[in-house]
């Protein structure tokens, strides 16, 4: 541990011998978590496949790489041990590798972040997307209609009725959505913002 150590402190300008580190599965959870911070986004990617790093840093660097994540051993024993953690579902929320069925079922999950998770990734089926609009429960969140309002396997038919959302950022949204057709943005209600606040289209 104590060569690590000093490897890190004295050669923390190399990128390869961070990348080592980094991938070195008994690398210590200290420098792991150093590491996950690092400009470099080999090396921030292999300390999410590392199975020595901390459950948090995990956490953290699911946004940026999710299937890493889930390709973790560590991942694998947690799911095993205890599937219902917090850190197991939002990892399968965020990866694209999740099979659409876990999609669906975490779309129901008691958890409003989840919920929000599932409606970004760019896996999760348009049905999916469908059922979490037109859930009162979760209609009412406005930040996940902006989630499906983003997401690259929404329909033009979604798009239309995010049109009239009453939030300004869904609106734009839909307004910068590349599959947003002609006759959607060319409503009148879309118009003004397109110019007005998106400076675009």
């Not at 008691?110 to 929000?116: L, M, Q």
């Not at 009162?136 to 009725?161: G, M, Q």
């Not at 939030?167 to 590349?178: D, Q």
Request: charged share 25%; glycine share 2%; with cysteine.
């Amino acid at each position: 541990m104590f060569l690590q150590e000093l490897i890190f402190k004295f050669n923390n300008t190399l990128i390869e011998n961070k990348r080592n580190l980094a991938a070195t599965e008994d690398t210590s959870a200290e420098i792991l978590q150093q590491l996950s911070q690092d400009k470099d986004p080999t090396i921030r990617a292999l300390v999410a496949s590392n199975p020595n790093t901390p459950t948090q840093v995990l956490l953290e660097l699911g946004i940026e790489f999710p299937d890493e994540i889930t390709r973790n051993p560590i991942f694998l024993l947690e799911t095993l041990e205890n599937s219902d953690s917090e850190f197991v579902r939002i990892s399968l929320a965020r990866s694209t590798t999740t099979p659409t069925n876990t999609l669906k079922k975490l779309a129901l999950d008691r958890s409003k972040e989840i919920r929000r998770i599932v409606a970004a990734n760019p896996s999760t089926p348009v049905e999916t997307l469908e059922f979490l609009l037109g859930d009162p429960y979760t209609f009412n969140d406005k930040c996940l209609r902006y989630y499906v309002a983003t997401n690259p396997n929404i329909t033009e038919k979604l798009l239309a009725i995010l049109a009239f959302d009453p939030n300004k950022r869904v609106r734009i949204a839909v307004a910068n959505h590349p599959q947003t057709s002609s006759k959607t943005l060319n409503r009148q209600d879309l118009r003004s913002w397109i110019k007005n606040e998106t400076g675009s289209r």
